[in-house]
């Protein structure tokens, strides 16, 4: 599934799989109905795309192909984020 919209804001969390693995859990907004307003973006996609920084993500464009919707949040299989901010600051 392709989800478009903008992300409200990324953290990094630890991988249940092992202690030298994260993950990122990205809140986005803009999406249609009935899609996952979490999505959770791989260690093996963060070491891919170093630009995918939680602490400038925020307020960016982003669009993702997603699969796996569990607990509401969809397994990111590649994403894009926008180079410069869409949404105003909070």
Request: aromatic content about 4%; glycine content about 10%; some cysteine.
């Given at each position: 599934?392709?989800l478009k919209g903008?992300?409200?804001?990324?953290?990094?969390?630890?991988?249940?799989?092992?202690?030298?693995?994260?993950?990122?859990?990205?809140?986005?907004?803009?999406?249609?109905?009935?899609?996952?307003?979490?999505?959770?973006?791989?260690?093996?996609?963060?070491v891919e795309q170093?630009?995918?920084?939680?602490?400038?993500?925020?307020?960016?464009?982003?669009?993702?192909?997603?699969?796996?919707?569990?607990?509401?949040?969809?397994?990111?299989?590649?994403?894009?984020?926008?180079?410069?901010?869409?949404?105003?600051?909070?």
């Amino acid at each position: 599934m392709t989800l478009k919209g903008f992300i409200q804001s990324a953290e990094l969390v630890e991988d249940s799989s092992g202690p030298d693995r994260v993950m990122m859990i990205v809140r986005v907004q803009g999406v249609g109905p009935g899609q996952p307003r979490k999505i959770l973006v791989p260690f093996e996609i963060l070491v891919e795309q170093d630009e995918l920084d939680a602490e400038t993500m925020a307020g960016r464009a982003f669009r993702a192909e997603c699969t796996g919707v569990e607990n509401a949040m969809g397994l990111v299989n590649a994403i894009e984020v926008g180079p410069a901010r869409v949404l105003r600051n909070p």
